[in-house]
């Protein structure tokens, strides 16, 4: 890809580790069983199976709850030196109910998450940091966000407009500073203020792409594909049939995730978005967003090494 953004360019491959700020909570079912979640923490999730062995940095409660945060994180290998624990707020927690698949959330305040404080990276070699927009919901954290954009790391927005969660002075902020972007379509209908037809969001992710400067947009669409935006064109992928609908929650957590690997290793945007959908459709065949499996992981590197 050409770079395209003066204060974020980077070379066509990323080296060092990913660093993913923001929440890991647990997402609670109506049936009474939870999993963990959270989106950069799923992010996380994935990019430990996918070797590139990302820095996460959160906050949990000094609790249960928290206790099993990190226990989980230790058996699947993740590092945990940036996962700060808090005596005086709860782990995270979000009800999740179901309709046809589709989640809806109801996301509790003050949560441990909401009080990161900045993190020592020094020492580390990092490439990037992957931050959404909840995180910025609260002072303490935003300004641990603030000190993660002053070290000049290139930043990856992913948006998720939760209610009443988000401002869109501060949504569109944190696009133009980014090098890149990813949101659905719905999120883009928001942000631009203004209901878009199917045939128009091609020209609307480009003009957003553009006027803020993004070396990538990727606008998903959910069960109909997604559409990525770089200087050099637009790219639609149709979608990857799901054999056995479980739920779509983390779906776009997993589409992050590969674009990410995909940054890392160089892919042409083509191929980025090819293999995103893929992925993102498997994660729909199960309950929950993370699973400690391998297998899965190797399974999908090995198809794309040979790919």
């Known amino acids: 890809m050409e770079e395209n953004n003066g204060s974020h360019s980077g070379p066509a491959s990323l080296s060092g580790r990913p660093v993913i700020f923001g929440e890991v909570l647990f997402d609670q079912f109506p049936d009474g069983s939870r999993v963990l979640g959270g989106a950069p ?3 996380a999730w994935h990019l430990q199976g996918f070797g590139l062995r990302p820095l996460f940095v ?24 940036h996962l700060q624990r808090d005596g005086m707020h709860p782990t995270g927690r979000v009800e999740v109910t179901l309709e046809k698949g589709q989640p809806s959330y109801v996301i509790l ?25 909840l995180i910025e919901r609260s002072p303490v954290s935003g300004e641990a966000l603030q000190h993660l954009r002053r070290r000049g790391l290139p930043p990856f927005l992913d948006v998720n407009l939760r209610a009443p969660w988000w401002e869109r002075a501060a949504v569109m902020e944190g696009v133009r500073r980014a090098c890149w972007v990813k949101l659905n379509d719905e999120e883009l209908e928001t942000l ?22 993004l070396e990538l947009l990727v606008v998903t669409l959910g069960a109909d594909g997604a559409w990525i935006f770089t200087s050099e064109g637009s790219r639609f992928g149709e979608p990857v049939k799901v054999e056995a609908l479980a739920d779509t929650v983390g779906a776009g957590d997993a589409f992050s995730a ?9 892919w042409p945007a083509p191929v980025m978005l090819e293999r995103a959908l893929d992925f993102a459709a498997r994660i729909c065949a199960q309950r929950g967003a993370t699973r400690p499996d391998q297998a899965l992981y190797d399974e999908y590197l090995c198809r794309w090494q040979d790919g």
């Open 258 to 266: 590969v674009t990410l690997l995909g940054l890392h290793r160089g």
């Open 58 to 81: 959160s906050r949990v409660g000094d609790d249960p709850l928290g206790d099993e945060v990190v226990a989980a994180m230790g058996r699947w290998g993740m590092d945990t030196c």
């Open 109 to 133: 305040p003050d949560q441990a998450y909401d009080f990161i404080e900045p993190p020592a990276l020094d020492g580390h070699d990092c490439s990037l940091f992957y931050h959404g927009t």
């Open 41 to 43: 923490f799923n992010v």
């Open 192 to 213: 631009l203020q203004r209901p878009l037809g199917r045939e128009e969001i091609p020209s609307a992710g480009e003009r957003l792409r553009e006027e803020a400067g």
